[in-house]
């Protein structure tokens, strides 16, 4: 019984360390961060149709042409599609300091945003997005 209780206690010790050092990656501040990858809207619409874990949680920089703009829950959103995969979306819900007031977007442009994977169900969703200026053209 006594054997049992150390293996709880260490399991137990563990869970919470693990959990406490895994910091939630969504309240940081990725725009200094180096992203694991720079795809297209395309690559990654196409790399998530094979394989949905395709650079899932991970930091990814992402170009597509901006479709919609819009505010649900709260928070900005912008919505991206590629130049040939036109029936699936890049959904972009940007970090909460971003507005429309402090970014100069609009509808149609092409851009590229930094945010973290989170997954894929006809669409590809990142979320904490910020705009990814070091790999913008200009």
Known sequence: MLHFRYILILFTTSLVLVLHGCEDILKKDISAMDPIAELSADELLFGLEEDENFYKEEILSVEGS???????????????????????????????????????VSEGETIVVKGILKGYLNDAVLLNCVLDKTNKNE
């Open 66 to 104: 901006l479709v919609e703009v819009n505010t649900k829950n709260g928070n900005l959103n912008f919505l991206m599609r590629g130049n040939t995969n036109q029936n699936h979306y890049v959904i972009c819900e940007m970090n909460h300091s971003i507005t429309l007031g402090n970014k100069d």
